[in-house]
């Protein structure tokens, strides 16, 4: 029972480089959320998805993109990363929008 | 976006009661949740209330609810040292998006 997985789960980058953050969930839900939290600032929401081949912003989508392409699975990409975006991410699904979220372990991400 | 408030910290004695508590602003939520962080891990549904509730009650844990002022609380009777984690309280507006408030730090004391 897998639940939600995050790859990679540590990551350094160096500004300017690019990389992608998977997500998947094995329990056939049409909700996927992308969190990142910051000390302090709790979770913000960067970009969801509402069924397989949709997507839309959130709280703070911008230097983001997300993609949709099977229902398992969730990526976030990071085309030209910032130092700002230096943080641990979080995935989630849920079966239905107002119920509840099942979270991935993270993936912290550090920006050089 | 939807603001939800907590305090960032608290500190108690092994064997008192927390209460930890959260406002928020969307008044059309439909539910309210309160998660639990352990440190190095993802955030884990503690328990939930339905909006149209005042209290719901699990073991250890009592939720109560003032939808009048938008105040939500968790009380976690007997704390024990591992109950040591951030609690974030959440609400989902009606495009079915989580917020979440900042977090709230437990420590226990032994």
């Known amino acids: 029972n897998a639940g939600v997985t995050q790859t990679p789960k540590f990551r350094v980058l160096k500004t300017g480089q690019s990389m992608t953050l998977l997500c998947a969930q094995d329990?056939?839900?049409?909700?996927m959320y992308w969190y990142r939290q910051d000390p302090g600032m709790g979770l913000r929401l960067i970009h969801y998805?509402?069924?397989?081949?949709?997507?839309a912003k959130g709280e703070v989508p911008d230097g983001y993109n997300v993609s949709r392409l099977k229902k398992q699975n969730f990526l976030l990409g990071l085309e030209s990363a910032a130092p700002s975006q230096t943080s641990v991410y979080f995935c989630?699904?849920?079966?239905?929008?107002?119920?509840?979220?099942?979270f991935g372990q993270g993936t912290r991400l550090t920006v050089v | 976006g939807e603001d939800v408030e907590q305090s960032l910290f608290l500190s108690v004695r092994e064997g008192d009661s927390s209460v930890i508590n959260c406002t928020y602003t969307?008044?059309?939520?439909?539910?309210l949740y309160w998660y639990k962080q352990e440190p190095g891990a993802g955030l884990q549904l503690l328990t939930y209330?339905?909006?149209?509730?005042d209290m719901k009650q699990d073991q250890r844990l009592t939720v109560l609810l003032n939808k009048k002022d938008k105040h939500l609380s968790l009380r976690i009777a007997d704390t024990q040292t591992g109950d040591s984690a951030i609690y974030f309280c959440?609400?989902?507006?009606?495009?079915?998006?989580?917020?979440f408030g900042s977090g709230t730090k437990l420590n226990v004391k032994p």
């Open positions: 989630a699904s849920s079966y239905q929008g107002d119920t509840e979220a099942f």
């Open positions: 329990m056939n839900h049409e909700y």
């Open positions: 998805s509402v069924g397989e081949g949709t997507t």
């Open positions: 969307d008044s059309s939520s439909t539910y």
């Open positions: 209330i339905f909006s149209n509730m």
């Open positions: 959440a609400e989902s507006d009606n495009f079915n998006k989580f917020y």
